[in-house]
């Protein structure tokens, strides 16, 4: 049986001052994308990644198994339910794999980046280490991911000034580092990481540095992290409208229905995110409407399915009324069963706007999922409604 493809991404955030370097370039990148359709209307298009593990249909959501695994399901059952491609953490599978999981952002009062790299203290054991980018790029080529990441020196979305215009320049430096260690480039696709937070020129230097590296793939990185939605998806549309037409776009840390949507509308491939996983875990169901909190005392006596229209194993055996008993006697049974409903709605989801591209009925397919989650145009937030506008899909 074929396990979902794994890639790790190694994530930074804080850090100090260095100056620029010279560009290099990584000769005859493989083109791994191939683009089946495209929104004669929005930048939403439809393609095929062709990794060495088998390939994989774009647009397409990642779960997040930060140590190669996730919370509440196993691989096995990621495969039946369609998962082709999952996102690791290079940080935690290179220091321990078997540890529990902390997410990099988490661990900013350990960590102190410099040029060199970013050196952390572990949270397990107090013990320093060096992740720099010749380390990690070593660390994924060790794994095997089909795709790997750069390191990137990443800032909060909503850090101003001076340190956000460093860690741009400084994950150019070190995009070219990973560059010259990757040992591997015929089996392993790096991916480079646009930085820039917010600064619209500072991200515009950086899309035009990057690109002029011949790399397998582009990730937008430094956003979902606090700013507005307004503020977002100016510069996820800015991004995609520079990005190279033939290669992977990767929009890091993304995973609400209604931000997966909009952003495939203007352009991004790629999208993980925790939340799925991380919100089943609260007890709640993901739906076409927005979601279920099955611990209400509502669902005590509902015998439907979460969804009726859903062909996961947990809409097809268990009711929101047994859900909802598991959940009030703190039985992890429910934690499994919505993790893999919570997944499927995604892959489901993914797949459904896939369909609507190829069959050049995406603007409507839009349309209709915004009145079946918001209930009336009017009552859809402004800033979707502004960034469909923008790529001449309206809700009207």
Known sequence: MALPRVFHCPRVLAGKMAAAASPTSLESAPRILRLVAECSRSRARAGELRLPHGPVATPVFMPVGTQATMKGITAEQLDELGCRICLGNTYHLGLRPDSGGFQMVSLVSLSEVTEEGVRFRSPYDGDETLLSPERSVEIQNALGSDIIMQLDDVVSSTVTGPR??????????????????????????????????????????????????????????????????????????????????????????????????????????????????????????????????????????????????????????????????????????????????????????????RASIVEKRFPDFVRDFMCTMYGDPTLCPTWATEALASVGITLS
Request: aromatic share 8%; charged share 20%.
């Open 164 to 353: 956000v215009k460093e860690a741009m320049y400084r994950s150019i430096r070190w995009l070219d580092r990973c560059i010259a260690a990757h040992r591997r480039p015929d089996k392993q696709n790096l991916f480079a990481i646009i930085q820039g937070g917010l600064d619209a020129d500072l991200r515009a230097t950086c899309l035009e540095e990057m690109t002029k590296r011949d790399v397998p793939g582009f990730a937008i990185g430094g956003l979902s992290g606090g700013e507005s939605k307004g503020q977002f998806w100016r510069m996820v549309a800015l991004s995609t409208s520079r990005l190279p037409k033939d290669k992977p776009r990767y929009l890091m840390g993304v995973g609400y229905a209604t931000d997966l949507v909009v952003c495939v509308a203007l352009g991004c491939d790629m999208f993980d995110c925790v939340f799925p996983t991380r919100t089943a875990r609260f007890g709640s169901a993901l739906v076409s409407t927005g979601n279920l909190q099955l611990r209400k005392k509502q669902f005590q006596k509902d015998f439907r399915p979460i969804d009726p229209e859903c062909s996961c194993p947990t809409c097809q055996k268990h009711s929101r009324a047994f859900l909802h008993a598991l959940l009030h006697s703190n039985n992890t049974a429910a934690l499994h069963h919505l993790t893999v409903h919570n997944i499927a709605y995604q892959l489901q989801l993914m797949g459904a706007v």
